[in-house]
């Protein structure tokens, strides 16, 4: 009985060792590592909070509390996209708070990741989050179906590198922004015309000449690229 008291003894100090090391930060699917690193409690609490952010699904009903709490501690302004023309940066706008938290969310979600530059017209708007992979509609339909209200009175006009949201393509009076989808805009100086209708929400600050030459690829049928644009990569920087 000493013998095993003192190997079980034993064994709980070495787990206490083991768990003073650096803790992971809310691991997707705590591995045995993991596990052996911090205490039980902890790992149910990660396990639940990644379940309810599994299940969670924004809809019409829910949407602008969900961002209305999102936004209110939300530090980071900067997404960084990456297609194979190269890379460029989106400074968003703060006052424009539910579209900044919609971007910076879809963001962190991932979904922007291989959706497409799927619309490019000539000295106007090169059109992005959208693609004819099942994977996006997937990816739609986990996130939820819902729109954003226009916020155009914020002064922002649509100069050249201004960044904004698409209206729906459904029954849409009030020109309800379709949240998966974004444009930017490549005329000089500016497609001024567009102003009051569509909510800008960003501007591109570094990269412009990437975006330069989105547009100008040879395009297709409904302004389709000929060859398709990817997103490879689309991250918040902190």
């Known amino acids: 009985m000493r013998l095993k008291t003192f190997y079980y ?32 409690s902890e790992v149910v609490t990660q396990e639940t909070e990644k379940a309810d952010e599994d299940t969670f699904e ?14 209110k501690d939300l530090k980071a302004n900067k997404v960084k996209m990456t297609t194979k023309f190269g ?19 879809l963001t962190r979600k991932g979904y922007f990741d291989y959706t497409q530059f799927h619309r ?7 059109q992005g989050g959208s693609s004819d992979d099942q994977k996006t509609a997937d ?24 960044v904004s949201m698409p209206s729906s393509e459904m029954d849409n009076p009030h020109k309800l922004a379709s949240p998966y989808e974004f444009f930017i805009v490549v005329t000089d100086p500016g497609s001024y015309h567009l102003d009051g209708d569509f909510t800008p ?13 989105i547009n100008a690829q040879p395009v297709g049928k ?6 398709n644009i990817y997103i490879t990569k689309a991250e918040v920087i902190e």
């Not at 006052?95 to 910076?104: C, G, L, R, S, T």
């Not at 490019?120 to 090169?126: E, S």
């Not at 990816?139 to 201004?162: A, F, M, N, Q, V």
């Open 9 to 40: 003894f034993f064994i709980i100090l070495t787990v206490q060792f083991i768990g003073c090391k650096d803790t992971p930060q809310k691991p997707e699917t705590p591995s045995k590592k993991e596990i052996k690193d911090v205490d039980s």
């Open 58 to 71: 924004l809809t019409e009903e829910n949407a602008i509390d969900f961002f209305f709490d999102y936004q």
């Open 87 to 105: 890379s460029f940066i989106i400074q968003l706008y703060d006052d424009v708070p539910y579209h900044k938290a919609n971007f910076i969310y």
């Open 120 to 126: 490019v017209v000539k000295d106007f708007i090169i």
């Open 139 to 162: 990816k739609r339909w986990d996130i939820g179906r819902y729109l954003l209200p226009p916020d155009t009175k914020k002064g922002y006009s649509h100069h050249r590198g201004t």
């Open 201 to 213: 929400f960003g501007k591109v600050i570094e990269g412009m000449d990437v975006v330069d030459k």
């Open 222 to 227: 409904g302004d389709w690229p000929q060859q």
